[in-house]
């Protein structure tokens, strides 16, 4: 399995153990990954409000590149996905629109045809790589262990846009890799809402309100950590985490692991190795119940 790589701007910053996590299990599954080291940021939504031709023309590029490999474009990020898969969709429903962008990619040899796949890391693992193969590599399952799933808004909807008229399954697939790994999936209202991270300069109280709201909803249903294929979610319940509970008036302490992170404890991978150290709420509760060391 080949894939044109782009890991998001995050992963290459404030995540940087989402990046370590996602070359170590992909290695380990056979997944081979070209980064295209000089793609652009999506925009992450934001510069698509202000000026959406310019964030079609960039992200267009992308998909140029991708396509120019001959490969299906995968990301690490929902927020990507969600806005690589929007704009895609664009392009494939408005052939003249596509001409326009083309015209601006032709100034650096590029071209995009509008046929790409793009797709996240969690629907490579379950479409792709899939749960068969994804249960028979695993060598240190997760028993004991009750996991929250947390998709982010940008996985999830529109989900015309994204795939589910073809994979109505997608809003499950965090539960079906949960179970593969031996951990018990843990159901909570919050898991498919929105994290707060989109207004966190706008209304920094409200933002953290709502990912505190998550965090004890998720726990008081018995939740010892929650996973999530989103990095900036992963920035609004982790490192923000302490703020969201001063705000909410109760601790929470409940650790977040990115998807590759919680794969790759499955697959045997050492955590110091993917880096689960480097966030703000610790993950040895984790890793105590699996009897490893962090």
């Given at each position: 399995?080949?894939?044109?790589?782009?890991?998001?701007?995050?992963?290459?910053?404030?995540?940087?153990?989402?990046?370590?996590?996602?070359?170590?299990?992909?290695?380990?599954?056979?997944?081979?990954?070209?980064?295209?080291?000089?793609?652009?940021?999506?925009?992450?939504?934001?510069?698509?409000?202000?000026?959406?031709?310019?964030?079609?023309?960039?992200?267009?590029?992308?998909?140029?590149?991708?396509?120019?490999?001959?490969?299906?474009?995968?990301?690490?990020?929902?927020?990507?996905?969600?806005?690589?898969?929007?704009?895609?969709?664009?392009?494939?429903?408005?052939?003249?629109?596509?001409?326009?962008?083309?015209?601006?990619?032709?100034?650096?040899?590029?071209?995009?045809?509008?046929?790409?796949?793009?797709?996240?890391?969690?629907?490579?693992?379950?479409?792709?790589?899939?749960?068969?193969?994804?249960?028979?590599?695993?060598?240190?399952?997760?028993?004991?262990?009750?996991?929250?799933?947390?998709?982010?808004?940008?996985?999830?909807?529109?989900?015309?846009?994204?795939?589910?008229?073809?994979?109505?399954?997608?809003?499950?697939?965090?539960?079906?890799?949960?179970?593969?790994?031996?951990?018990?999936?843990v159901d909570f209202y919050g898991?498919s809402k929105c994290c707060g991270?989109?207004?966190?300069?706008?209304?920094?109280?409200?933002?953290?309100?709502?990912?505190?709201?998550?965090?004890?909803?998720?726990?008081?249903?018995?939740?010892?950590?929650?996973?999530?294929?989103?990095?900036?979610?992963?920035?609004?319940?982790?490192?923000?985490?302490?703020?969201?509970?001063?705000?909410?008036?109760?601790?929470?302490?409940?650790?977040?692991?990115?998807?590759?992170?919680?794969?790759?404890?499955?697959?045997?991978?050492?955590?110091?190795?993917?880096?689960?150290?480097?966030?703000?709420?610790?993950?040895?509760?984790?890793?105590?119940?699996?009897?490893?060391?962090?």
């Amino acid at each position: 399995m080949r894939y044109a790589f782009w890991p998001g701007c995050v992963s290459r910053g404030a995540c940087p153990e989402l990046f370590e996590a996602v070359v170590r299990v992909s290695d380990r599954l056979g997944i081979e990954m070209i980064e295209l080291k000089e793609a652009s940021c999506t925009g992450a939504g934001v510069l698509s409000e202000q000026n959406p031709e310019l964030a079609d023309t960039l992200n267009g590029r992308t998909f140029a590149m991708a396509e120019k490999l001959g490969l299906p474009l995968m990301n690490i990020c929902s927020t990507c996905q969600g806005v690589q898969g929007r704009i895609n969709y664009k392009f494939q429903n408005d052939a003249t629109y596509l001409s326009r962008i083309n015209e601006r990619l032709a100034e650096e040899g590029l071209h995009y045809s509008g046929n790409l796949e793009i797709k996240n890391f969690l629907w490579v693992l379950v479409e792709d790589v899939g749960l068969d193969k994804l249960r028979s590599m695993v060598v240190r399952p997760l028993r004991g262990l009750n996991i929250a799933p947390f998709y982010g808004c940008y996985i999830l909807r529109p989900s015309k846009e994204l795939g589910y008229a073809e994979h109505p399954e997608r809003g499950k697939y965090l539960e079906k890799v949960i179970e593969v790994l031996g951990a018990e999936p843990v159901d909570f209202y919050g898991k498919s809402k929105c994290c707060g991270f989109p207004i966190v300069t706008m209304n920094r109280r409200n933002s953290l309100a709502m990912a505190g709201d998550h965090l004890l909803e998720a726990k008081s249903k018995g939740a010892d950590a929650m996973v999530t294929p989103c990095p900036l979610c992963h920035l609004n319940l982790d490192a923000q985490q302490p703020d969201a509970a001063g705000i909410k008036g109760q601790p929470i302490g409940l650790p977040i692991l990115h998807l590759p992170q919680l794969v790759g404890l499955a697959l045997g991978i050492d955590p110091e190795a993917m880096r689960l150290n480097n966030h703000i709420v610790s993950t040895e509760a984790v890793t105590e119940k699996l009897k490893v060391k962090v």
